[in-house]
């Protein structure tokens, strides 16, 4: 609680800046849901290449967000520096974004971001391992490396060019990408990013195709780009290459190498959506990680008028994963890099699996909230890889914080959201997460609530409040009990 106390304090900088009539105040973006941003207000074309400056638009982001982490049974280490720690965790700092005016079609749009770590509100330099949500408030390797938080991270987060028509647009540099498969998963102090080049068409009425090439990724938690899929680097350092938390840790640098593969890999991901039958929204995606994996994902939604202005929409994401070197470069390893104890005997040499979600949406009128109930399924196979912040189950039974896409996990969830006001709304949800009790590896079966609070000071000043509350059983697997309890705070103020 006293991070959240600290948080207020913090924050309480920011509301000193002077108040703003809400008739005056130029709304130039607004925040979804998920704290990530929508473009209201863009830049026009210019007649002139000076003009790509001068009537260029700045988008401004100042943000504070802590965390709180508090284990049932802390069992930390000090010796070791493993195991469960209490931890605490801040980020302070924003963003500022330019967009140039498009000449002849032609635009760009720059991006800094960064984050600071306030004193007294963050672990020990020697604990980072400890930490679990706040750690994307600042650069483990970077402290592991220096000693310090000193300097905090700062990088240029977006940076590329763009071109487009009435037909198509392309993008090419580093850049935020949403997809099933990846998201800028903006929720802690910079963005999850890509390198590479995006062309989007428009192929017919409500129809749209994307294709996208990306070298490199940069994780939230990153001050440099590292590659899509291998875990650790050269040196063994498991910081400095794609370490998400559900990244598959059986892809080392050192097993691609083993198995006399590259290390450096390219993410494709090509998706075609369309809403040209009313009420339906469908979209095919494809991704291939050349010589390691290839996904295909179908997914629908269908919204059906009932009652006066209620709705309900039943929908369905099937996603098929295909290995395609992976098995032989991870051996028999599930997620964890551990040996997949408890497997099928297909994962020696393959991670072919695939994963079943399903859900059903009641939709209040004017768009006032929603009730959910949804369901997971993953084949008895390999589990599934996704180290891109795009969730395999989001939207449907992935709660705060969870990865319930090991194999043979079955997920139950309800949800239900609400705004109370035009400035105050909340959300609720309760999730079953059964994990085969078999799988040694695997997390525990476990019972998860989290609750989302959030309320608008005025049309630019957004604040979050989130729980989540964690309860493993680990009766019939004899598996460890890490439940936990988990606090997050949030300010934005966007000029």
Same mark, same amino acid.
């Given at each position: 609680?006293?991070? *959240?106390?600290?948080?207020?304090?913090?924050?309480?900088?920011?509301?000193?800046?002077?108040? *703003?009539?809400?008739?005056?105040?130029?709304?130039?973006?607004?925040?979804?849901?998920?704290?990530?941003?929508?473009?209201?207000?863009?830049?026009?074309?210019?007649?002139?290449? @000076?003009? &790509?400056?001068?009537?260029?638009?700045?988008?401004?982001?100042?943000?504070?967000? $802590?965390?709180?982490?508090?284990?049932?049974?802390?069992?930390?280490?000090?010796?070791?520096?493993?195991?469960?720690?209490?931890?605490?965790? &801040?980020?302070?700092? @924003?963003?500022?974004?330019?967009?140039?005016?498009?000449?002849?079609?032609?635009?760009?749009?720059?991006?800094?971001?960064?984050?600071?770590?306030?004193?007294?509100?963050?672990?020990?330099?020697?604990?980072?391992?400890?930490?679990?949500?706040?750690?994307?408030?600042?650069?483990?390797?970077?402290?592991?490396?220096?000693?310090?938080?000193?300097?905090?991270?700062?990088?240029?987060? /977006?940076?590329?060019?763009?071109?487009?028509?009435?037909?198509?647009?392309?993008?090419?540099?580093? /850049?935020?990408?949403?997809?099933?498969?990846?998201?800028?998963?903006?929720?802690?102090?910079?963005?999850?990013?890509?390198?590479?080049?995006? !062309?989007?068409?428009?192929?017919? /009425?409500?129809?749209?195709?994307?294709?996208?090439?990306?070298?490199?990724?940069?994780?939230?938690?990153?001050?440099?780009?590292?590659?899509?899929?291998?875990?650790?680097?050269?040196?063994?350092?498991?910081?400095?290459?794609?370490?998400?938390?559900?990244?598959? /840790?059986?892809?080392?640098?050192?097993?691609?190498?083993?198995?006399?593969?590259?290390?450096?890999?390219?993410?494709?991901?090509?998706?075609?959506?369309?809403? *040209?039958?009313?009420?339906?929204?469908?979209?095919?995606?494809?991704?291939?990680?050349?010589?390691?994996?290839?996904?295909?994902? =179908?997914?629908?939604?269908?919204?059906?008028? *009932?009652?006066?202005?209620?709705?309900?929409?039943?929908?369905?994401?099937?996603?098929?994963?295909?290995?395609?070197?992976?098995?032989?470069?991870?051996?028999?390893?599930?997620?964890?890099?551990?040996?997949?104890? @408890?497997?099928?005997?297909?994962?020696?040499?393959?991670?072919?699996?695939?994963?079943?979600?399903?859900?059903?949406?009641?939709?209040?009128?004017?768009?006032?909230?929603?009730?959910?109930?949804?369901? $997971?399924?993953?084949?008895?196979?390999?589990?599934?890889?996704?180290?891109?912040?795009?969730?395999?189950? @989001?939207?449907?039974?992935?709660?705060?914080?969870?990865?319930?896409?090991?194999?043979?996990?079955?997920?139950?969830?309800?949800?239900?959201?609400?705004?109370?006001?035009?400035?105050?709304?909340?959300? =609720?949800?309760? !999730?079953?997460?059964?994990?085969?009790?078999?799988?040694?590896?695997?997390?525990?079966?476990?019972?998860?609530w989290h609750i989302d609070l959030g309320y608008k000071f005025n049309p630019v000043f957004y604040s979050k409040v989130r729980v989540g509350l964690i309860s493993e059983d680990p009766a019939n697997s004899g598996k460890n009990d890490n439940s936990y309890k988990e606090y997050r705070l949030e300010f934005n103020y966007l000029f």
């Open positions: 609680m006293k991070t *959240i106390t600290m948080s207020l304090i913090a924050i309480a900088l920011l509301a000193t800046i002077p108040a *703003i009539a809400e008739d005056k105040i130029s709304i130039k973006r607004k925040l979804k849901g998920n704290m990530t941003e929508e473009y209201l207000i863009l830049p026009e074309a210019t007649k002139t290449i @000076g003009g &790509m400056f001068t009537e260029g638009v700045f988008y401004g982001r100042l943000r504070s967000n $802590s965390f709180y982490w508090e284990w049932e049974k802390e069992t930390w280490d000090k010796a070791t520096k493993k195991g469960n720690l209490n931890n605490k965790n &801040m980020g302070m700092g @924003g963003s500022m974004i330019f967009k140039s005016a498009y000449y002849n079609g032609i635009a760009f749009t720059a991006g800094y971001y960064g984050s600071i770590n306030p004193d007294g509100f963050r672990v020990d330099v020697d604990e980072v391992g400890g930490s679990k949500a706040g750690k994307d408030t600042f650069s483990r390797y970077n402290v592991k490396k220096t000693g310090t938080y000193d300097g905090g991270m700062h990088i240029l987060g /977006q940076a590329y060019l763009e071109y487009k028509n009435k037909m198509f647009n392309l993008m090419a540099g580093r /850049q935020l990408f949403e997809s099933v498969f990846t998201s800028s998963n903006d929720t802690k102090m910079i963005p999850n990013t890509f390198d590479g080049g995006v !062309a989007t068409v428009k192929i017919a /009425q409500e129809t749209k195709l994307r294709v996208a090439y990306f070298g490199n990724q940069k994780l939230r938690d990153h001050t440099s780009i590292h590659d899509v899929i291998t875990f650790k680097d050269s040196a063994g350092d498991s910081w400095n290459n794609n370490d998400d938390a559900p990244v598959h /840790q059986g892809l080392s640098y050192a097993n691609f190498k083993k198995a006399g593969e590259d290390t450096d890999h390219d993410l494709i991901i090509a998706d075609i959506n369309t809403k *040209i039958v009313k009420n339906l929204n469908a979209t095919l995606s494809l991704l291939s990680v050349p010589d390691v994996v290839k996904d295909v994902v =179908v997914e629908t939604l269908y919204t059906m008028p *009932i009652l006066k202005e209620w709705s309900i929409t039943p929908s369905i994401r099937y996603y098929l994963q295909m290995d395609d070197g992976a098995g032989k470069v991870a051996g028999y390893t599930n997620l964890t890099g551990n040996v997949a104890t @408890g497997y099928v005997d297909s994962v020696k040499t393959s991670i072919d699996s695939s994963l079943l979600n399903a859900k059903i949406d009641l939709n209040m009128p004017n768009e006032k909230g929603l009730f959910r109930i949804g369901y $997971s399924k993953v084949e008895d196979k390999a589990d599934i890889l996704a180290p891109w912040r795009g969730f395999p189950t @989001g939207g449907y039974t992935r709660a705060m914080g969870q990865y319930n896409w090991y194999a043979n996990t079955k997920t139950f969830m309800g949800y239900a959201e609400y705004k109370f006001t035009s400035s105050f709304n909340g959300s =609720v949800g309760y !999730a079953v997460q059964d994990f085969d009790d078999k799988k040694v590896n695997a997390p525990t079966d476990s019972n998860v």
